[in-house]
């Protein structure tokens, strides 16, 4: 598959007091790019591991402008609420709320 299934779409981060307002998401993921703060690249090809985990190869370039080629690996926890990196001991965000 080459896109990112609906359910692991949208910016994820910590929730706080700002509510993700004002300030970028760690990780923002549409049908097709991947962004983390500098960093943003194309979904080349989508893996999904089971319906609440995905593996993403990414073709983008750094803040350099040098090419990179790179597979990251998602999980979905707590009823599909919470976005989680493949290791056990990963950090674990919230999607950020709509700007009203």
Known sequence: MSTIPVAFRGAW????SDRCYGREARYSLTA????NFEVAGDVERVKLV???QIEISIT???EDK???NSTVGFRLLDNVKTLA???ADSNLY????SAA
């Open 32 to 35: 097709t790019t991947f962004n």
């Open 85 to 87: 990196g493949e290791a």
């Open 60 to 62: 983008g370039y750094d």
């Open 50 to 52: 089971s319906p609440t």
């Open 66 to 68: 040098n090419q990179f």
């Open 13 to 16: 981060d910590e929730i706080i």
């Open 94 to 97: 919230r999607k950020c709320p």
